[in-house]
């Protein structure tokens, strides 16, 4: 077997855990699917299922991992130097989309999603997911000046994406995908104050 068989049969059968894990978080929840759950829906033996996770956890992570690689790709890296320039990226068409598809992922997993992150979650998966958001931005948005440290900025901006898709996921999602994320990007480029003061137009 060739190296591209074997990346292609590696890449297939992750495909496969990911699927059949997702189809029974949504039929029975995210605590209640075993790990040996996922192998049987898979039709693969539990030392497959270890070859390319360590746990349940782990294969949650890479689940969001792989939407958010899609995000980084759809908005590719920026740079803001001048206020104009949040507006254009407000703006952004192609970047809009990008994060409409992040919460329609949400969406589409939020049994997984509600119970890794509510009071009785894993904090574990909380702080991954949180640090995979910081990486993520890290490679999106650059700027040559802040008025507060960088580090503290990405981390509020992941800790805010995390408590409006648990808000809205808990919530029932009485919001569309879209009018969520049009909503968050709203108040990440003109703030919170002027978001709801009326000073974003």
């Known amino acids: 077997m060739t190296r591209r068989q074997t990346d292609l049969r590696s890449k297939r059968t992750r495909v496969f855990i990911q699927q059949a894990f997702i189809e029974l978080a949504e039929k029975r929840g995210f605590n209640r699917v075993s790990v040996q759950d996922i192998a049987k829906q898979a ?7 270890y070859r390319y996770y360590r746990d349940k956890y782990y294969l949650a992570e890479d689940i969001f991992k792989t939407a958010l690689r899609k995000v980084d790709t759809a908005v590719g890296p920026r740079a803001f130097y001048h206020p104009i320039d949040l507006t254009r990226a407000l703006a952004d068409k192609k970047a809009e989309a990008a994060w409409i598809g992040l919460f329609e992922h949400f969406a589409s997993n939020s049994r997984i999603y509600t119970s890794l992150l509510s009071g009785k979650g894993s904090a574990w998966f909380l702080d991954r997911m949180r640090q995979n ?69």
């Open 43 to 49: 039709m693969i033996n539990l030392a497959t299922f």
């Open 133 to 201: 958001l910081i990486n993520s931005f890290k490679r999106i948005y650059r700027t040559r000046q802040s008025v507060v440290p960088v580090d503290v900025a990405r981390c509020f901006f992941a800790s805010a994406t995390i408590g409006v898709a648990y808000f809205w996921l808990k919530g029932g999602m009485t919001y569309s995908a879209p009018e969520i994320a049009s909503w968050f990007r709203l108040i990440v480029y003109r703030g919170y104050m002027g978001t709801i003061s009326g000073l974003s137009s």
